[in-house]
Structure formats: C-alpha cells, structure tokens
C-alpha cells in the first residue's frame, strides 16, 4: 500500500477535504488525545493515541478533515535528549510569541530579495569583496578585529569601502555588495559587532544621486515586503517614508534642535558628537527619514570637500526616528589629499591610545591609478529590516545574534 503524499502544513491547510496525508513537525503540545505538531508557518493538530516526547520531530500519517488529521500514526524521526524546550535554546529564541522571530527572518529574506532586485533593475553588478584585509580603515570611532595568525598581517573588515573603490578603478562603474562586516564594541539594541552592511557605488555621480537612490531603494523594499503601505511604527512614532525625505544642513539641525552653530563646535570634535547624539539625532526623521548633510569639513572622513564651501565636506547621513540607518559620500579621489587624511588619522588614534592600523598601499594605488568620480553610501541592513518588519531590535532581525555565540 502506497503511503499517502507528505504536504508542508501551509498547503495541508488548502487540500480538500477528506483526504490521507502525512505532515511533518515538531511535538509542541498535547490535549485531549490530540497532539500539536509545529512547522515553519504554523501548527497542526493530529488525533493519536501513541506516545512520543514532547519535542521530537515526528512524521504524522491520518485523515485530513480540513481543521485536523485523524486517526494519526507517529513515526519518530529524532527526539530531544534533555528536556524540551531548553529555556536559552534556539527553538525558544525563535519559536517565541508564537514564532514571531522566525517570522522575521522570512520577512529578511524577502527584503534581501527586493534590495537586490531594485539594484539589478538598475544594472548594477553585485561584487564580494574580501572579509579579511590589510587594513580596515583608520575611521577614528571605529575599532577592528584582527585575525590571529594571519600572515601578512589581517583584519575583519568594517567596511568594503577600500575593495569596492579598487573596483571602481578597475573599470566597474556600478556596483553593490551585501555582506558581512565587522566592528569591536558595537553591542546594542540597534548595533552587533557582526552585523549586515549594504554598500553601493555610482561612477560619474555625487552625493545627491545616492540620496535619491536611498529614498527610493527603501521605498521600493517597503512596497515589496509588506502590505504595499510606505508608513512604519518604530518605538512608537509613525514615520512616513514616501520620497522626497526632508534634507537639512548639520548647521540647520543644530541650530534648529540644539540652538548652537556646529561649525563654531566641530572645533571641539567630543563635543559636537556629544550634542550630535545628545540632541540632535533624537529629532532627525520622526515624520520621515531625514538626510543630514554638509558635514565640517574636520568630519569628512573619505568624502571629498565641496568645490564651493572647502569648509564643509560632501557627505550626508540618513535618520529614521531618531536612528541612523546610512553614511554616505560624493568620494574623495584625489590619492595626495587621502594619504594626507590616513597619516593624520594614524597620528590622532596613536595619540589617544587607540590602535594603530596600517595604510592600505593598493587602495592608495588605485586613487594614483585614477577612480572615477564617484558617489556611495554604506547602509544598516540589519536597521532597515528592524524598521521595515516592526521589530524592537536588530537582535531580534538576525539568525544568530553575538549573545546567542
């Protein structure tokens, strides 16, 4: 006698009924001769008088009467060798409030696909560039990992920045990565010290395209991953995010939520972050998202001068209620002004007791070599799916969060 068709509990749910079947889950529950079985999208109840420990994976053969199985026989595939559930194991981390952070990883995976989907319309090239590097920037607010036992020496990259420009170099005028990267003491409710970075550059574009490109990416991913509706909840604020985002000035924002002048400020670097993450950034895209631009030029980082005003950079930041989702440049290519900028970082991290990393001589090399003008931007994709999906934390949002290791 042939067995009767295995079906995942989703399509068990639209076969007519009656009809033999076979569904395969986990044992969560028992009552009144039934037993509950609990898949990927949800639970079924299955009628059996047999025995089986509360956690096993079990295949359940019966009748299917449209709400239950009948007359059930389990097949034991594997059973739990302590008591189920653990309370610090994986199935209670994902399977709580009813699956709820299960859920959310179906909602990552599809938003990954919209994001590359929106890329590739625009015929962009996905790249993968290496995880371990010679040098992972001398940003002076981040820190590293380094690789023990590399020879040469290497580092866990915080940013693709270095490789995706050499790219650019090389004669690839549009391409994106998302990937891994990796930075020392960042824990949180919105930062992992492994977390997932979308980055993005334009040959022959500046800084207004990657903020065009931004509002519009996320739009376009909220559209696809949800009900269609372009208004999210995040910590209780209602945030709107149909294109055009408002744009101010770092001058504007501070005068406006601080009433200081940031430039008279940024000569005193600890403060202005102090009143930056103090004051201003609490106010930033509580409506809608809001760019925050024309940086000091003190702040520059690897974003060009503007040609007009050498005393602001050409860089701008994304904000979503408060939280900022992205960093973004119209780049610096000039290989004598960016060596300058490395060596004076290497001086200000050896002078404040931080670790000191090297130059990356080939990513200097291919600024000598010549890179377009360009523009890109680095965006939080653990953020945005946080935002997107209502979560709480990006804890929440990734497979295997750092306090789960």
């Known amino acids: 006698m042939s067995k009767p068709p295995r079906y995942p509990i989703e399509v068990l749910r639209r076969l007519d009924a009656p009809a033999p079947v076979r569904v395969s ?41 449209g709400e239950r199985v009948l007359a059930g026989r389990l097949q034991i595939l594997n059973a739990p060798r302590v008591p189920f559930p653990q309370p610090d194991g994986d199935w209670a981390r994902l399977q709580d409030a009813d699956g709820r952070r299960a859920g959310y990883l179906r909602g990552r995976a599809l938003i990954l696909r919209e994001i590359r989907r929106f890329f590739d319309e625009r015929a962009f090239v996905e790249v993968q560039t290496p995880a371990m590097v010679p040098s992972p920037g001398l940003d002076l607010h981040l820190d590293a990992f380094p690789v023990a036992g590399a020879e040469p020496a290497r580092y866990l990259a915080t940013s693709p920045e270095y490789q995706m420009k050499r790219l650019l170099a090389g004669g690839l005028p549009r391409i994106y990565q998302l990937g891994p990267a990796f930075r020392r003491g960042e824990r949180g409710t919105h930062h992992e010290p492994c977390f997932s970075m979308l980055e993005w550059y334009r040959a022959f574009h500046g800084s207004v395209d990657l903020m065009n490109d931004t509002e519009e990416l996320v739009a376009a991913v909220a559209r696809g991953c949800s009900s269609g509706s372009l208004v999210i909840e995040v910590d209780g604020t209602h945030v709107n995010l149909t294109p055009p985002w408002e744009r101010l000035t770092v ?44 940086y000091p030029a003190s702040m520059a980082s690897l974003a060009r001068l503007d040609p007009k005003n050498t005393a602001i950079a050409d860089r701008f930041e994304a904000y979503v209620a408060g939280i900022e989702l992205c960093n973004g440049f119209g780049e610096l ?9 490395l060596t004076r970082d290497q001086a200000t991290r050896r002078a404040r007791g931080l670790p000191v990393y090297p130059i990356d ?10 890179m377009p003008p360009a523009g890109g931007n680095a965006l939080g994709v653990d953020r945005l799916v946080m935002f997107l999906l209502g979560a709480d934390s990006i804890a929440d949002v990734v497979a295997i969060p750092d306090s789960m290791l």
């Open 25 to 65: 889950g986990r044992l969560t529950s028992r009552a009144d001769g039934f037993v509950q079985l609990r898949g990927a999208t949800g639970a079924i109840w299955v009628e059996c008088a047999g025995e089986a420990p509360m956690g096993s994976w079990v295949t359940a053969s019966g009748e299917w009467n």
């Open 251 to 294: 001058e504007q924002a501070f005068q406006r939520y601080a009433g200081v002048s940031a430039q008279r400020l940024a000569q005193d670097e600890d403060a202005f972050f102090r009143v930056l993450v103090e004051q201003v950034e609490p106010q930033l895209g509580r409506l809608r998202p809001a760019f925050l631009t024309a």
């Open 333 to 341: 290519i000039d290989p004598v002004e960016q060596r300058e900028r």
């Open 361 to 370: 001589e080939r990513f200097l090399g291919a600024l000598e070599e010549g």
